[in-house]
């Protein structure tokens, strides 16, 4: 073979000693340990690059929540500590300029020098003071409003419309002795019929039957057929124990309002504890023909009937309410002594044994 050739052959299958010096025991382990070094400062480079940015990620969020919240309560108009927030839209248009004015310009005292100024920064005061009872009376705070009507009269003492409305939140708060000390100062112009009504109620509830009859009467003599004092009228005669006035009232209370079952059903009751019996029976069929799926009411019309002496239409009154009630409670009413005329009818026995059965 030629010498070229050979030599040829020779580098083709030669091993290159730096790469052979690689692979020797102490240099693999140095390359290793560099290897895993390498690795460990990616590895470091990359938790502090990663710490890094969720720290920015948390900041970002926290800055944009704060920013948020911020303009959240820019966005709200705080309430003044010095003044009760009304809506604007809550007040008649002639009232809105209240808006502009703060609860301290209710106040009526002035420096007591000379005469108290009568004026039109007066008279504005005395108004901001009756819109705001009015706007306490609607929320039901009688104390306030009492407080604002009270001011209006401070500034204005012969001001009318305002000692009536003032006396109902006097009754309201139960303080009757103003109430009726105001009213006796009241003027006609002011008592229309629903305010007498309601001073009516009100003196129902404070047990001042004397005056309530008195303000009821007068609201009917304005309105005739004004059924809410009518209603009321009613109610206070049954707890003076006037039968007489209490029927009529409240029999041309329903002669207008006939679908009135809670009424009806209290007249009911009224008529079977005073004993008139033929009266109640007739309320009752009305009201079992507007409620016909409660028990109670035909267990009641079952003992009119009975005192009546309709036993027959007892013994009815008696199978509906068993069918509306559970049969311990249907024996309950039917094992009562009052019904003892009834158990030798063939009917009424069967009703029994029919209820004992189920």
Same mark, same amino acid.
């Given at each position: ?137 609607? &929320? /039901?705070?009688? *104390?306030?409003? @009492?407080?604002? $009507? ?8 012969? #001001? ?127 009201? &079992? /023909?507007?409620? *016909?799926?409660? @028990?109670?009411? $035909? ?8 005192? #009546? ?50």
């Amino acid at each position: 073979m030629e010498t070229g050739k050979r030599q040829h052959l020779q580098d083709i299958y030669a091993t290159d000693q730096t790469l052979k010096d690689d692979y020797t025991p102490q240099v693999a382990n140095e390359i290793v340990e560099e290897r895993k070094r390498e690795v460990r400062r990616h590895q470091f480079i990359g938790f502090v690059l990663g710490m890094t940015i969720l720290l920015l990620a948390v900041g970002l969020v926290y800055v944009v929540v704060r920013e948020y919240i911020q303009i959240q309560k820019a966005s709200t108009s705080p309430t003044p500590i010095t003044q009760e927030y009304i809506p604007r839209y809550s007040l008649p248009t002639e009232a809105q300029w209240v808006m502009d004015f703060n609860r301290d310009y209710a106040d009526p005292k002035w420096n007591e020098e000379g005469e108290r100024p009568f004026n039109s920064n007066w008279l504005k005061k005395a108004a901001f003071n009756i819109i705001l009872a009015e706007q306490a009376s609607e &929320t /039901e705070n009688y *104390s306030e409003a @009492a407080e604002h $009507y009270e001011n209006a009269l401070e500034i204005v003492p012969d #001001l009318e419309g305002v000692k009536v409305p003032l006396s109902i939140a006097y009754f309201k708060l139960k303080q009757y002795d103003k109430a009726l000390k105001l009213m006796d100062g009241a003027s006609d112009v002011d008592l229309t019929f629903d305010i007498l009504n309601n001073l009516g109620a009100a003196c129902i509830n404070a047990k001042l039957y004397d005056r309530g009859e008195e303000y009821l009467l007068r609201a009917l003599a304005l309105k005739p057929a004004y059924t809410e004092a009518l209603r009321n009228l009613g109610m206070l005669y049954r707890k003076t124990d006037n039968e007489e006035g209490a029927i009529k009232a409240y029999e041309q209370y329903l002669d207008q309002r006939p679908r009135d079952t809670d009424t009806r059903h209290n007249f009911a009751l009224y008529l079977t504890k005073i004993g008139n019996w033929e009266f109640a029976g007739e309320q009752l069929r009305l009201l &079992t /023909e507007e409620i *016909s799926d409660e @028990a109670t009411l $035909y267990s009641l019309l079952a003992r009119v009937e009975m005192k #009546l002496g309709n036993d027959k239409a007892a013994i009815a009154a008696f199978q509906r309410a068993s069918q509306l009630s559970d049969p311990q409670r249907a024996l309950d009413w039917m094992n009562e002594s009052e019904f003892d005329r009834l158990r030798q009818d063939e009917d009424f026995q069967a009703l029994i044994k029919h209820v004992e059965t189920r």
